[in-house]
């Protein structure tokens, strides 16, 4: 049997296999820099959508690089997960306003992912969703490109505004909307806000004064 085209065949089909290896190692090299830094940037931009702003302006109350001034702590019974991690945001060295990532544990389709800032008065400069499965024309419109419910609901309230027991949506007897057809998805990220700011009003001031605890985030100027 003349086994030369087959040999021919396989050494082509290696070649092409070491290229395409190659190119995949060279492309996230050259690229790997540049996703940091657009990660990076998209989460500045998430946070400085639900903090307050310098008065006067739309600019974030925001001097220090929140991405590296964070730590993690452990509450799985308030805010869904082994570990949370905790932003801490400050003006002039001053604490403004946490930002902590709860899992919502018990969405209608698995974990909803939240970001939800705090300001040092203990009210909420807002909430959103970050990742989710809900679904489509019903659960999602937690998204704020779907609705305003997310802002509505939320921006300005707190413990006591309104009160706890009214922490529950009109359904229930409390005080947030659902949506029609779709009461578990609001019920669930109710409960887990309301759960957030119960967490950081046990833990108070501590949160802001134990020292960060994580690495700098890639593309962050601590980490060049």
Do not use: C
């Amino acid at each position: 049997m003349n086994t030369k085209p087959i040999l021919g065949a396989g050494a082509i089909l290696g070649a092409f296999a070491i290229a395409g290896v190659g190119l995949v190692v060279v492309t996230n090299y050259l690229t790997e820099e540049r996703i940091a830094v657009n990660l990076r940037e998209a989460m500045l931009a998430k946070f400085a959508a639900i903090l307050p702003t310098v008065p006067g302006t739309e600019a974030p109350l925001m001097d220090n690089d929140p991405l590296a001034d964070r730590i993690q702590v452990s509450a799985p019974d308030l805010l869904g997960a082994t570990t949370t991690d905790v932003y801490r945001i400050r003006q002039g060295g001053e604490p403004v306003a946490l930002i902590l990532n709860p899992i919502v544990p018990d969405g209608y389709a698995g974990p909803i992912r939240l970001l939800v800032a705090v300001k040092t008065d203990g009210t909420l400069g807002g909430v959103r969703v970050l990742d989710h499965h809900e679904t489509p024309g019903l659960g999602d419109k937690i998204e704020e490109r779907k609705s305003d419910w997310i802002k509505v609901q939320f921006d300005g309230k707190g413990l006591g505004q309104p009160a706890e027991n009214r922490w529950l949506v009109k359904r229930d007897g409390g005080d947030f909307d659902q949506f029609t057809g779709a009461t578990i998805t609001p019920r669930s990220i109710v409960k887990t806000v309301k759960n957030t700011l119960k967490y950081v009003a046990r833990e108070g001031d501590a949160l802001f004064a134990k020292p960060a605890e994580i690495a700098p985030a890639p593309g962050s100027k601590e980490a060049s």
